[in-house]
Each structure stands twice: as C-alpha cells, then as structure tokens.
C-alpha cells in the first residue's frame, strides 16, 4: 500500500492515538509506525511518517514547558545529547522487514507494560516525594539505546525513559513529563535525519506528502489531548486506555510475523 489515498480509517485512527499520547505527554510513534504496518505501507518507509508525526506532537508540549520553566535544562540536556546521535545512527542503519516488525512489535508490547507503571502525581501534590535513588544518577547511561531504538523503527524513547525516571524518582512528575517531551522531540528530529540521510529527500517527501492527512489528524488530535488530560479524564483512565491500544496492536503485530 502506498499513501496515495488516506482511508478515513486510518485518519481517525491517528487521531485517536495522538489524542492519548498527547494527553500523557508523549508523542505515539510506536502506535503510528505499527497502524501503518497494519495498513500494508512499505516498512522502510514507516519511521518517516511516524517519526513526522511525532515531532507534531511533542513540539507543542515541549515549548509549553519551556515557557512554564518546567523542564530540567541540565539533565534533559545531558540525557539527550547522548541519545540524538544514536537516534542519528539508527536512522542510518539499514534493517530487513522481519526484524523491524519483531522490534516495532516488541515495541509496543513494553510501551504498553511501562504505561501502566503507577506514577507520582498524588505524592508530589502531597509534597511526599522522597529524595532520588541511588540509581537516578545512572539514567543517562540508558539514554543512548533508548535514542538508537528511536531512530531504527521510528519513535521518540520518550515513553521508555519516563517510566524509568519515576522509578528513580529523578525529579517530579512534571519535570520527567517536561523532559520526557523534549527528549522525543529531539530523537525524533535526528531519527528522521537518519532516515533522510538513508533513503534519501525523495522518499521522505513522497511520504509525507502523501501522508498530510495524517499530520493533520495527529496536529488535532495531539492539541485537543492536551486539553483533555486537564479538563476531563483522569490520568490513570487515560494511561490505562491508551496502554490497551497499543498492547492490543503490538500482539497482532508480532502475531503477523
């Protein structure tokens, strides 16, 4: 399948998804990469619209927190300025279909497990929040994988670190949300590079081209999920359904191969 003519399916199926993404602080390239496959689009061209897709997302996110002086420069920096070239470098590497369904699969299965790690968001608001652990001094050293995974099968690594953080109680909820979006947005930035670098402008904006239907679905869906986490739906609800659709798609994927 090529991206000629969108079906309206699939549309709404990414708005959905960046509706749910956006609403945990995240960007969905894992989901958008997997529909895609699902739809019968040629693999080597799944990190470029999903990644695409991801930056839309988190952009907007990423400056809010910027502008609310959320995010943590001195950590989010370091952490990401050792995953951008390796998100760099799994754009470039080239990968058969079989092995980037099983990893995109694989994906998905733990993005789902790692979204229904409980948070801190009662503790902090509780003024409750215990000092890091012993560990949280040792998350930088996760970030150059989790940057190589982002740029190979077209996702930000976002919603792997976060888990991650929590669990080393590295700062509060909102500083690893605020981090958490920056460093999707930057490996999504060289992941796509990668991918350009790979197979080249033309692909990149046969594409995207093709594809602005769905860059418009996730542009709405993501704003309007933004809006949501705060107004109507509680978090846990929200992480909870968004786990079930990507946990759902990850099994039919590795269940394809």
């Known amino acids: 399948m090529m991206l000629g003519a969108v079906p309206v399916l699939l549309a709404a199926a990414f708005f959905v998804t960046a509706l749910l993404y956006a609403a945990v602080g995240f960007g969905g390239g894992s989901t958008y ?101 012993r560990f949280a001094k040792a998350m930088p050293f996760i970030a150059a994988p989790l940057g190589y995974l982002a740029g190979l099968v077209g996702i930000g690594g976002g919603i792997f670190l976060a888990p991650l953080l929590h669990l080393t109680r590295w700062k509060d909820p909102r500083a690893i949300a605020a981090t958490a979006s920056f460093f999707i947005l930057i490996n999504s930035l060289f992941g796509l590079i990668g991918q350009l670098l790979k197979q080249g402008p033309a692909a990149f904006g046969g594409a995207v081209g093709a594809a602005l239907p769905l860059l418009l679905a996730v542009a709405i869906g993501g704003q309007i999920g933004s809006l949501m986490a705060v107004k109507f739906l509680p978090g846990r609800v929200i992480r909870w359904l968004t786990a079930a659709l990507v946990m759902v798609v990850g099994v039919r994927l590795l269940v394809g191969l």
């Open 33 to 133: 990469a997997a529909l895609l496959a699902i739809s019968g689009l040629d693999y080597r061209l799944l990190p470029l619209v999903a990644l695409a897709c991801n930056i839309i997302v988190v952009a907007g996110g990423s400056v809010r927190f910027a502008r609310a002086k959320i995010t943590p420069w001195r950590g989010a920096i370091v952490m990401t300025a050792l995953a951008a070239p390796a998100a760099l470098q799994g754009g470039l590497t080239p990968i058969d279909r079989e092995t980037f369904m099983l990893l995109l699969g694989i994906s998905l299965v733990l993005t789902g497990i790692t979204m229904l790690i409980p948070l801190r968001e009662k503790a902090a608001e509780a003024g409750e929040l215990t000092s890091p652990t």
